[in-house]
Nanobody
């Protein structure tokens, strides 16, 4: 079982930036993808970004060109750099670990909730 702890959320104005981190510990399969999803009140879960072990990435259309996912394997840490933030990005952000074949598949799986390991979340609030 892998433990995931997110940090880095906060309140920013529209156009601002935040960098989220997710520290992973415990047993994690080397074949797992890592990703971020978000959940806002009265909205569906949305897979935001995923990175596979080969470094390939996939992003939701809503964040392409603004968000960048990366990982530091040596430190077992996942990152999400968020630039040009909009009020619509306001949500609780979670990281997740899940088995995957490709990052595209994993992004779909995260959106559908097909994962068993996720963190407690970190709140991101963007004001206009």
């Amino acid at each position: 079982q892998v433990q995931l702890v997110e940090s880095g959320g906060g309140s920013v104005q529209s156009g601002g930036s935040l960098r989220l981190s997710c520290a992973a510990s415990g047993r994690r399969s080397s074949s797992d993808c890592m990703g971020w999803f978000r959940k806002a009140p009265e909205k569906e879960r949305e897979g935001v970004a995923v990175i596979a072990n080969d470094g390939s990435t996939s992003y939701a259309d809503s964040v392409k060109g603004r968000f960048t996912i990366s990982q530091d394997n040596a430190k077992n840490t996942l990152f999400l750099q968020m630039n040009s933030l909009k009020p619509g990005d306001t949500a609780m952000y979670y990281c997740a670990a899940l088995p995957c074949m490709t990052s595209v598949q994993a992004l779909s799986d995260i959106t559908k909730g097909h994962f068993e390991n996720w963190g407690q979340g970190t709140q991101v609030t963007v004001s206009s």
